[in-house]
């Protein structure tokens, strides 16, 4: 079903179903040999939202050979590609700390269990901010596996696109200390002028020396989302002959939309921006066939001025 404004979800469905997805990916980079990332959390989340496709993919029952052989969106470059962006959001926040930044906001967090699994420095606050739903599933089934956050995590239940700033203030937030933001695996599922907003948004209420990390997905012709779609929909068909039916192509919006990099520099952010292949080999992982790269995300750190 394609977006509609207001639209909500669980992690079985809609864009809640890609929360799922990528957590699944990070259980099976975790379990590799030489893996990148640590994730103990993500295969049991997994099991607890209880989507059989990618319970079986945790579990190894599923191979990549049932999956097909796009050179993009195969299911073991998939993991990998996981793996590298979880590996750069983990790095952006040991530096952050390193500068002596305590307060952290994750967007849109979903399976995401950074509060729990990162090693973070005594006094840490570290805000979640996803739809109630998502944050009341992820919050009991870590408890329920006796997970204990390693920081001061405090969710904000609010959807994006409600005044989610209000909610993050009264849960104790503080604009006029220092932050360090990310938006992982965000900015595909906003329409570009939500996109600006929400950075405007965060430099309005990010003190100097605030620190900022996000994947940033381009513009793309008219002719490039038609390939986007095709490729989509050769997903779609391969992962529904195993049970499990979602059209990616509805969930995210394509099209043209503001550089990222661009517009935190017009909002007064010193950036650095990395490509998807510079990310892979900087982990050791296999790049991609740059000729049949379209529309794959850079990768972001900002520091407020």
């Known amino acids: 079903m394609a977006r509609t404004d207001g639209d909500t979800w669980d992690l079985a469905s ?9 957590a699944a990916a990070r259980a099976m980079a975790s379990s590799g040999p030489a893996p990148v990332i640590d994730d103990p959390y993500a ?3 997994v099991r607890a939202v209880g989507v059989d496709f990618f319970t079986k993919l945790v579990d190894g029952e599923i191979t990549e050979s049932e999956l097909g052989d796009d050179p993009q969106m195969n299911i073991a470059r998939f993991a990998n590609g996981m793996a590298a962006r979880t590996r750069f959001f983990d790095d952006f926040y040991a530096d952050a700390v390193g500068a002596g930044v305590r307060q952290a906001v994750i967007l849109a967090a979903g399976l995401d269990a950074r509060a729990y699994r990162l090693d973070w420095p005594a006094g840490t606050v ?4 996803d739809q109630p739903e998502v944050i009341e599933f992820k919050t009991r089934t870590l408890a329920d ?3 204990k956050p390693t920081a001061d995590r405090r969710t904000v239940a609010v959807d994006l696109r409600d005044d989610w700033v209000a909610a993050l203030r009264s849960a104790g937030f503080d604009p006029s200390a220092p932050t360090a933001w990310i938006a992982e695996g965000l900015f595909g599922y906003l329409p570009p002028e939500a996109q600006d907003r929400l950075l405007e948004v965060i430099t309005e209420h990010s003190a100097p020396g605030s620190r900022l990390a996000a994947e940033a997905v381009p513009g793309i012709s008219e002719e490039q989302q038609e390939q986007a779609r095709e490729r989509m929909q050769a997903v779609r068909d391969q992962w529904s002959d195993h049970g499990f039916d979602l059209d990616f192509s509805e969930l995210v919006y394509l099209g043209d939309r503001t550089d990222a990099d661009t517009h935190l520099v017009e909002l ?5 921006a990395m490509t998807t292949n510079a990310l892979l080999e900087r982990y050791g992982l296999p790049v991609l066939d740059e000729q049949a790269q379209f529309g794959h995300p850079s990768y ?3 520091i407020k001025q």
């Open 14 to 22: 809609s864009v809640g179903a890609t929360a799922t997805m990528v």
């Open 43 to 45: 295969a049991p989340l």
């Open 126 to 129: 570290v805000f979640e901010v």
């Open 145 to 147: 596996l006796g997970a």
């Open 268 to 272: 007064g952010w010193q950036t650095s």
């Open 300 to 302: 972001i750190t900002a």
